[in-house]
């Protein structure tokens, strides 16, 4: 049995907000949670992009184009995932260059 589109679309609405929660406590939390949040990331990841697949498959571009609000609203959340994820990956960008440098001045200091 074919679920609705409007429970397909809120389905991916939720796995969208749950991504954007995720990933707040990703960016707050210390490296020791950090592995459970990656793999709960992974696994929401996986189901709202299988959800995605399925309302481009099941549901023509007019069935889609009724639920606008709803589409636009999902639209929305994708931005504010790809800015999440760029702030993200720009602090863990950051934190590497720090260690790197504070892993070359500990070599340097070995030296003496």
């Known amino acids: 049995m074919i679920p609705s ?3 397909v679309i809120n389905d991916i609405i939720i796995k969208s907000q749950q991504l954007l929660v995720r990933l707040d406590e990703l960016d707050s939390t210390k490296e020791v949670a950090q592995d459970e949040i990656n793999e709960q990331l ?3 990841k996986n189901e709202r992009e299988i959800l995605l697949q399925q309302l481009f498959d099941q549901y023509s571009k007019e ?5 606008l609000v709803l589409v636009n609203q999902i639209i929305a959340l994708d931005e504010s995932l790809n800015t999440k994820s760029q702030k993200i990956k720009q602090s863990f960008s950051e934190k590497l ?3 790197k440098k504070g892993k070359k001045k500990a070599d340097a200091y070995q030296k003496y």
């Open 63 to 67: 069935q889609i184009q009724i639920h």
């Open 97 to 99: 260059i720090s260690l």
């Open 42 to 44: 992974i696994n929401l």
């Open 5 to 7: 589109i409007e429970s």
